[in-house]
């Protein structure tokens, strides 16, 4: 179990999600994304606020804070929720309940992500087996003993100086396309690894399970350590 302190909590609604993993510590945020209140409340979170037009969770819940949006919008309900904690001053995000269920709302995700890391902003998406997070300009480590697949792919046409250090599979300094599977299914070796862009965003999969292995993530200026 990770806490971690002045993060913003999202819950989408994403079916299968376990909220297992990162857990809020000090000056923490707690959002509900409309149906998203339900894996909130059944992972043991009281949110302080949900956001959305409520049409999926089908009525208006009784929360510390609503923040309601019309049904006819530009916005899903997470990125509504992204800019309620964006606003309110956090920089870092951890999102369960995004990806699985609709395709195309878990794409969305992977895309709100990685548009916001170019702002700065460093999001870390839970699902049932794995951990997502977007990395601009940056880098994320992993201490010794991790074990297990890891992935990585270019949200850009490219991402310059991409480099992989620990691993099985090593690059120094390498563009990576976002038309190519170059980063795909690379191994965690038992080192302390790193993984960072120079130029450019890059998409970052691991296990679960190595979550607690996580050393530091950086995103521009903003950077996520575990406590």
């Avoid at 806490?3 to 509900?32: K, Q, S």
């Avoid at 409309?34 to 949900?50: N, R």
């Avoid at 991402?159 to 690379?186: A, F, I, W």
Wanted: net charge negative.
């Amino acid at each position: 179990m990770i806490r971690c302190d002045n993060t913003c909590f999202i819950f989408g609604a994403a079916p299968e999600a376990e909220a297992d993993v990162f857990r809020p510590g000090e000056g923490c945020l707690i959002i509900a994304a409309d149906k998203g209140l339900i894996l909130a409340e059944k992972s043991g979170f009281c949110p302080d606020m949900a956001v959305g037009d409520f049409d999926s969770l089908g009525y208006v819940p009784d929360v510390k804070e609503i923040v309601r949006h019309p049904s006819v919008k530009n916005d899903t309900d997470v990125q509504l929720a992204y800019k309620e904690g964006i606003r309110r001053g956090y920089g870092k995000f951890v999102l369960f309940g995004a990806i699985g269920g609709r395709l195309d709302h878990s794409y969305a995700n992977l895309q709100l992500i990685a548009g916001l890391s170019a702002d700065g902003v460093l999001s870390f998406i839970c699902e049932k087996d794995h951990v997502v997070c977007a990395l601009t300009d940056g880098s994320i480590s992993f201490g010794t003993g991790t074990e297990g697949i890891i992935s990585v792919f270019s949200h850009r046409d490219i991402s310059e100086g991409v480099s992989e250090s620990g691993l099985k599979y090593r690059l120094c300094d390498h563009p990576m396309k976002n038309s190519g599977t170059l980063g795909v299914s690379n191994e965690f070796t038992g080192e302390k690894s790193e993984i960072s862009v120079k130029n450019g965003t890059i998409v970052v999969m691991f296990e679960k399970r190595n979550a607690d292995k996580l050393i530091c993530a950086r995103t521009r200026e903003t950077a996520f350590k575990p406590v």
